[in-house]
């Protein structure tokens, strides 16, 4: 053999390794999920179901959810009041009922399983991190009000537009009405 031949053998060995380190990377990079960079300070687990389950149990922890049911309850149960009066003296055991079964201990089984869901362990580590960050932090303090200004700002509007609603509604009962004659 030559040596010419000798190094178009290894030009052709070394373009067949680098397009199978190519492939290969290929295939190893279609396995990660890069949706997303790491955040600094985040500490990842061994991917297990409890793991899994550990991290849905600290986000919720961290977002606070528990105070945040309670709190809803409570604010329900007092536009319920402040919207009918009559209930007022069933407030101990409409309390209780809402407690029972809209309260933390109720849905947290139920919450938890929707996070072991809709993310995977390793984005529920990279939540907790970024929940330690300031921005984070704020996110969390600040959720809550702005769910209520966003509930408010749906009843205000439903409220504005209340009469054009029971306006259409009429219109199509008595619409059904003359159409049964």
Request: hydrophobic residues 45%; charged residues 25%; negative net charge.
């Amino acid at each position: 053999m030559s040596r010419s031949s000798q190094g178009m053998g290894s030009v052709q060995i070394a373009r067949s390794l680098l397009a199978l380190l190519f492939v290969l990377a290929a295939v190893g990079c279609a396995h990660q999920d890069l949706s997303y960079e790491i955040i600094p300070g985040a500490i990842y687990s061994e991917e297990t179901p409890e793991n899994h389950i550990e991290a849905a149990k600290s986000v919720l922890n961290e977002l606070g959810i528990e105070a945040t049911l309670e709190s809803a309850i409570e604010a329900h149960l007092i536009a319920q009041l402040a919207a009918n009066p009559e209930l007022r003296r069933f407030e101990a055991v409409t309390r209780e009922f809402l407690k029972t079964h809209l309260g933390w201990q109720s849905l947290k089984g139920d919450f938890i399983a929707l996070y072991v869901l809709y993310y995977s362990q390793r984005e529920l580590e990279e939540l907790l991190a970024f929940f330690s960050l300031p921005i984070g932090k704020k996110m969390i303090a600040l959720q809550p009000d702005l769910i209520e200004k966003g509930v408010e700002l749906g009843r205000r509007r439903v409220f504005e537009n209340i009469e054009g609603f029971q306006k259409q509604i009429q219109k199509q009962i008595e619409s059904e009405t003359s159409g049964e004659r």
